[in-house]
């Protein structure tokens, strides 16, 4: 198929394009930097809407804690000029391009907010929805409007901003965003706790999350998995890796580290950059793609087969924390699969070796307890599974409800829609 290429620059270019494609009734795939192409059911079109034209920080208030900037703007241009002012998008937005085979920080904000990237800190400071403030972009019917506004406030009516992270581009050609930023925690710390099961680990989790010591961060790693991790002592354990991060003022973290390491057993705490270097593997789920380049925490992966896990199909694995465990054993009994936890054991990633039930077999492990999404997989999988988990008959009818109201020609990403949406 050959694929034309439609690349504005300007809000009333995109307008246009969605016009044009809406009076011939062309679907649209639209795309940031491509650096996520991989996700989602595959999109075959034969136009491709590319917003990368549509760059640029449009307007910055440090002071206010709001940031504006165009859908195309790479994550590379932003989160440098939030750390020089000490400033941080605090859902900590997810870098999945190398996951794909994509180099690193070719993302959008467009692109993270679209996809609802959201990282381990999601547990304490909220989503990526719940960061998104305003938005411009073009619907299907080719209006070119606006949503929400540039300042935290309670609205009336429906919060268009918010529906738009997680929808994949099929409401709206975004052009334009606005977030919420936040101050980047003085000092963190993390406590590493080895040698334990899933259900125990899951157990300490819980027990620090519920804790008075404001964890924002909650991980487990299998011995599999922590073999993998480029921080030699995380690496070095020689076993399963149990993780808490614990982030704010020096001497606030200091103190709480030190009542959490008395309470739950802590066998070691890892240094600010050594903390910061295995939230990073654990937010962009490092340990299934491909062998990054060496950081400054330690000088190569501890051990594990890169080829073995950069072939897997992977799966993102919501589920009710108290049932992690028991999700995991049951995936691990059915499925070649490795995998580990993150938000407190409520969500699993897994590796999992290519076989044609494995999708059955996951959703089966889950029941009623979660949901699970096939993040990485050849297109001819993609084709055939269920990526998106099927949603009750009411939500989805509802879903298509939504799509029609902001798309009834279906128009935009076609190839991405599941239940309606």
Not at 66 to 95: H, N, S, Y
Not at 101 to 128: D, F, K, N, Y
Not at 288 to 310: M, N, Y
Not at 314 to 330: D, H, L, M, T
Request: proline share 6%.
């Amino acid at each position: 198929m050959t694929v034309t290429t439609v690349k504005p620059d300007s809000a009333a270019q995109t307008a246009d394009a969605v016009r044009w494609a809406l009076s011939e009734g062309t679907p649209l795939d639209v795309a940031g930097s491509g650096s996520k192409r991989g996700l989602g059911r595959p999109i075959q079109t034969a136009c491709t809407l590319d917003l990368s034209g549509l760059s640029g920080v449009v307007a910055y208030e440090a002071e206010e804690l709001v940031l504006t900037a165009k859908a195309g703007t790479p994550m590379a241009e932003i989160l440098p000029m939030l750390a020089e002012r000490r400033q941080q998008l605090a859902f900590e937005p997810q870098d999945l391009g190398p996951l794909f085979g994509q180099p690193e920080g070719q993302g959008t904000l467009g692109g993270v907010i679209s996809c609802g990237l959201t990282g381990p800190r999601r547990i304490s400071a909220g989503s990526a929805r719940d960061h998104t403030l305003g938005i411009e972009g073009v619907n299907g019917r080719g209006d070119l409007y606006k949503g929400g506004g540039k300042v935290v406030k309670n609205v009336t009516g429906y919060d268009v901003p918010k529906l738009m992270a997680g929808s994949f581009g099929t409401l709206t050609v975004l052009t334009e965003l606005t977030v919420k930023v936040l101050p980047a925690p003085e000092d963190g710390r993390t406590l590493l706790l080895a040698g334990r099961e899933d259900a125990g680990a899951v157990a300490a989790l819980t027990a620090a999350l519920q804790s008075p010591y404001d964890v924002s961060g909650a991980a487990h790693l299998p011995a599999a998995v922590a073999a993998r991790s480029h921080v030699r002592t995380v690496a070095g354990v020689g076993g399963a890796v149990t993780l808490l991060r614990v982030e704010g003022f020096g001497p606030s973290v200091t103190a709480r580290v030190a009542a959490l390491k008395e309470e739950l057993g802590a066998d070691a705490v890892l240094d600010r950059d050594e903390s910061l270097a295995v939230w990073r593997e654990i937010k962009d789920v490092a340990y299934f793609g491909p062998t990054p380049s060496p950081a400054s925490a330690g000088e190569g992966w501890g051990g594990g087969d890169d080829s073995r896990h950069s072939s897997r199909h992977v799966w993102k694995i919501s589920v009710q924390p108290s049932e992690g465990a028991r999700v995991a054993e049951s995936i691990r009994w059915a499925l070649d699969a490795d995998l580990y936890f993150d938000w407190g054991g409520g969500l699993i990633w897994a590796a999992v070796a290519p076989t044609p039930d494995a999708a059955s077999a996951i959703r089966g492990a889950l029941g009623t307890a979660g949901h699970a999404t096939l993040v990485r997989a050849p297109e001819n999988v993609r084709t055939t599974t269920e990526v998106f988990h099927p949603l009750p008959d009411p939500v989805m009818a509802l879903s298509r409800r939504v799509k029609e109201s902001f798309d009834p020609c279906g128009i935009l990403n076609p190839g991405r829609m599941y239940a309606g949406v």
